[in-house]
């Protein structure tokens, strides 16, 4: 295995590297090379000008992606919050509020990967209401069996 690859540790004595200069033609260890796939990437591939409308409508579009990814957790995380106050169980034993997270997880993954915004806002409006309407019925019944609560403990004591 002599000759043709060596080993780069003892054949490191006797090398003498030369710096690096501006135009970059000097030798470059590897460990000076890119540091990440992106660097790298950036090195070598050729890029795409980019007039200012293109740049504008491209950060806009981010802009919205982003509004529209942080409106999204912040529903998922409404809907499991409200999920804490149904604690009884269904006809089967199972907690409503397993049940209603594990809806909630599948209808968010069946619209993970939709890119149309005007279908995604809907989808978002559509589970914001359903949540706060889950919650309005769930607090009036509350007050509803609060009231017979006082009405009744008045009698039985």
């Known amino acids: ?56 409508e491209e950060l806009l579009n981010r802009r919205r992606l982003t509004s529209t990814r942080r409106e999204a957790l912040s529903l998922y995380r409404d809907i499991l919050r409200a999920s804490r106050f149904f604690t009884w169980h269904d006809t089967k034993g199972v907690l409503w509020r397993d049940l209603l997270r594990d809806s909630a997880r599948k209808e968010f993954e069946l619209a993970r990967f939709e890119t149309d915004p005007e279908i995604v806002t809907r989808l978002l409006i559509g589970g914001r209401e359903a949540v706060n309407n889950a919650i309005d019925k769930l607090a009036e019944k509350q007050r509803e069996q609060i009231q017979k609560d006082r009405r009744g403990g008045g009698d039985n004591a």
């Open 1 to 56: 295995m002599r000759g043709k690859w060596r080993s780069l540790w003892n054949s490191n004595l006797n090398v003498k590297l030369r710096p690096k200069t501006a135009n970059g033609c000097a030798w470059r260890l590897l460990h000076e090379g890119p540091d990440t796939v992106e660097e790298l990437l950036e090195r070598h591939l050729v890029k795409k000008v980019i007039n200012d409308d293109e740049e504008e």
